[in-house]
């Protein structure tokens, strides 16, 4: 199902503050080359193949410098454009379309960048298994609400929102807790019934702890791929065991998605969806 | 000379908007399983090799969490970390610490991210040229100003700020306003007398025109190196030709950094210092 | 334990904007008839019994208008506070007491209505019972977080935060969606693996198809005593029905409450939490 | 006469404030089950006598999130709806309809609830008295202009806006300041022309004091109906004393306000109209 | 009475706002050229004579950017200050006083000049009369609040803060509302009790209706001096004349002050008080 | 070239804040006395000869309010109105008219108060002159964009925005930074290869010094006429003097601007364009 896009407040503040952050001193350079009547024709145009995300947000960009502006929308949120592939195209003033380009650019890019990764990382599911790739909170501060949706677009799905969401014990919790079977129970006492309890594990001892103390979901961080399986095993040998959400999460690479959703895990979290997708190589091409 | 750091209120508002981001729910975990009275100590560690960039907006993040956190910082901005090295030491309330780990951490790691592969494009300049690497307007939308601060810490230098500082004449703009001359006649005719005069140009013929209108600056759009070193050879044996800034930008990656300073280029641009810098590997070790 | 107070960035968010709306035109009454130097002493004093809750948000009042001032609690927050008890001691200029007394007192008196009436809520809960008792999204819009903090000082425990934190599948969802099962299908698809799949339920039929589609929870809705009983012994004869959480809601009175945790319900929310709470009594007393 | 709704900048930030609150996260249950096709027919309706207030903000609501929703209003604002009848009709998406539903219905609820108290205290004052029902300062911090609109639309007035309209000297600055006559000078010294000058009295003595100092304005505070009726025939035996706006505060119940009317204050005011309100019950039928 | 300088959540929002306006760029010529330990002592000095208003404000700048910077008041707020004399001193890190300086510049010469023009109109009135110099809504937008406090510093009134705070029923009212008895009905029957009803009149017949219908004051609009002295006269010669407030206002000048307020108008508004009061001469002066 | 009107979300920023500065409490006025249907028509009327600027952002203050008022601009911005001409009529509700009267007009008066000044400086200029008439960063603070903006309709240029546009090297940054030269080098070293290097000279000595030091511009302080004269024939007369550009600034008046120009200086800047300027006489006629 197509997710829907981010609530229209939540993105109208982050195209305001984009367009601020660039525009607080006007725009020199096309103020005085560019006619204020001239209009012009905007193409945005996939330079290497990607997967589509943040068109919606690139009109937005347009629209809020001018309500007059028309664009039309050539290829759904999540699907894949081969390179030379036109995305999106803009009619209005010239002067319109050269300001808010970068901008519309910048958002774009960053947003089809991490929907391409997802679908790389989602690809590599072996295509029987039914693991989920999901992101982390390790997003760009005041863009998480974009790169979760582009996860979504990239066929991923999300983990928790925010701190306040749901509960994942970490190891800093255990540390500051004093123990796994004591955070567990805490956890449970205190959260809404809403929320899973997920436990980190390092560990086979951990993980029995963390059993033992009814965790409903648990985190295998930094397990080797040999380590994971074992951990897999162990916890479906369980009554009950079935039901429990195993995530891999920690030093996940695209080549070890495959082994990682063989050995049965429920999820597997990659950091580097948010943090260090590269920009997705997309231009605007200007027609009068 | 060390780069102030941005000033406070750009510095706050980026601050809370990221801890609302992450805690307008409150945080579960930590609030179930912490007691409020237990004190701990965090401690931010590289954990691969990194320039180190974004340590006091770290700090402020907790400060804004609880204004009785103590923090120490081991190390300056755009030092070079060795993997394990210690960057921030924090003390306070568990809970605090734990409550504001992920967002101080996302920022420091992108701010380091940015920093540290500037630092390995710098470092690509032959020692001896003065060829400076900037970067571009292709940053995250609302962190611009913790981007640029970045590359200053990473040995680079700054573009313009924003399209309202100078004068940048592009392929968009060309094909709107119809020819370099045009263009850079009326820039100078409106720009203000700060900002130099800066044309795009794609080739030769472009780069003859822009210099004949009297361009103070070329931006030589997606040329391989054998055409930027025609293009500075043609610009310099012009009378007044070494005043003429030369900035070499597109395509540009770490192997080309060498050829085109020794081509005698003055300024490197590269958006990938912004737009895909991979996230600096830091983490945060707890201890009570 | 004690929750956590709402980290800073929010509580400073409405404190400032509570302070605008009442003194953007300055304070007329004050300015003209006390004099900038007097300093006095606030005390707030209950006025009838009541549970404590929003007094650090008190202090923040006064310490936004002037850092100089000086504050002591007297009771921790969830405390019970017999009519004429000192809650918190303010000292300051005068001035300073006088304009920000009625915004302390509006929040205080709000925050500490919700926890007293969550408090008789809980007390009515059987002592053996461990129903909890639980708000709703039918908060004040912009105080969430204040309204859901009093609900813990009161005893009670937060149901979701936002519609992001968890799935909730109710009536209107059902209407648009197409059936329980297909529904609960759908959400266990999409929804992150921290959600557990909680579903509204009018009678015995809905509650048999959304066990059978899987649900892990269940909001038993507008059903009367004897209903909701015959419900709890539905789902727990089932196999696994001990792990399904099963919430009372719609129509809930504070007379209802012992009967339906008799029932065995784990969770009853209660609306009237937050959306008709009447303020509690608290009068701030100056002296000289 | 209607009063006007107020200035759409001051409703759209409390618009999308409130969305924010909810959907920051985005609405996991909508997405995962309904189609993002699927039209739909929102009906508000009211479950109970009330009067209707805060349609217009509903319908801004969906707007926010989707500008192509179509609404129609079926009931004026302050008019009476009986149990049953529709308010409200708004067509559109159905996720749109559902992820707005909880903001709308909060707001519209809330300000029903104050307009419908409001009513009922104004229905108390006898046919022939002109004494008017007003509200105080006593209102939800952020919602202060939703508040005192729904007063009116119960038929109520407002009281000053804010501590810079008008001056109200209460018995904290008396305190601070030194007796009712210097209070009395030094505001009419200072205050603008615009505001006439009340005075919180608690006793006849004081009553007196405040006269002759020249008062426009006395508030009684907390005294019983028969101390109010000796107050306004002591005022209004004295020369001029016809023109004194008498006011009557603390301690009011709807079964005091007619009493009150008939001794003959102007003004009844009663801090329960906003801090004490319950909200009224408002559904949304959807149907597809 | 010394005015209280606005509460600082105000405060703090214009200038966040001004330091952003100037800084979102960082300052290239101050980090380029001024080593980061460099301290420094800055000196605002009086370049002319002026009424002192805003340094509250300017400390508030350089604190804001930099918690550690130390600074001494001179003198106080509507003092006079001859030209050379030193206001406010201010120690720190150059960094940061170069920083600030525009900022803090500008905020103080815009309110010491609005400061210094209405002490310029008060010192014009005759000394026994009893008149008042207020200003008008005719503030800069955004800075109403530092405007208001500037004319309080220089001698002067306030006149109403905003709309919602008293009635004055303009020309345009008039036309609107179709006559002045109608009118001023109106307002009394819904206005707050706590503004007075005050009517703008431009002849004596319309003086002579607003005053049949009971209004509390009389703006007289555009009259001559004769004109002005035969309406007071003729107010003043009623019964009640006494108590009616007479407000001169339209094309005054410093010169027709004394004849205004001779005439016996009780308030004379001067609209140039805020939206032509040229700045005032304040000089940064810094040393090493 | 028409500049362009400042980008939407700059504007919309503006006029909320404004509106709500005058709108928090409603409109007590208007409401009571317009009945909300009512229709009007307004006129914004010069009352004296002026340059017209800002009748867009009147516009948007209207529309704001209600979306369905219509409005044509009768005058281009930047053109010359002679006392009495329409300048901008605005058909709507009464209501909202009257509500926006006051914010409109007072950003009308203000920005053409700013381009009327302006005009009348640059018309001084020698008509073979090429000399600019700048502006400064002498601006309103949280108005800068508009009144750059009117710097442009009245015929002026704009210096550089804020502070991370250019460098301009001043007299406390010599203080601080130890000499011209020292501050150039650092300048040229540090500063966006986009911003040309401007420093301030106060005499013919640091003219020689800053020349020497390769400076791109001078800023001529508070020279008298003869001085700038003789500073202008020294720069020239070196070999590429030509290409400096010279600033002359501090003192200016109406008076000197001739003579300056002749000396021929490119750019004068002057504060008084912004700080002083005196607000244009518009008024706003209303018609029903």
Partial sequence: MIPSFPAAPLIDDIVDRALIEDLAGGDLTTDATVAPDRDAHATFVARSDLIVCGLPIARRVFERLDGSVRSTVRLAEGALAHKGTALLEVHGRARTLLAGERVALNLVQRMSGVATITKRYVDAIPSRARTRVVDTRKTTPGLRVLERYAVRCGGGHNHRDMLGSAVL???????????????????RAHAPHTSRIECEVENLAQLAEALDAGA????????????????????????????????????????????????GVDVISVGALTHSAPSADVALDLTV
């Fill in 216 to 263: 409903d979901a648990l985190l295998l961080d930094n397990m080797d791929d040999a380590l994971v399986a074992e951990a897999v095993r162990l916890v479906r040998s369980r009554p009950g065991g079935d039901r429990i959400f195993l995530e891999a999460s920690g030093g996940i690479t695209l080549e070890r998605v495959a082994a990682l959703a063989a050995a």
């Fill in 169 to 187: 014990i970490k190891d800093n919790h255990l540390v500051a807790a004093g123990g796994v079977r004591h955070a567990i129970d805490r956890a």
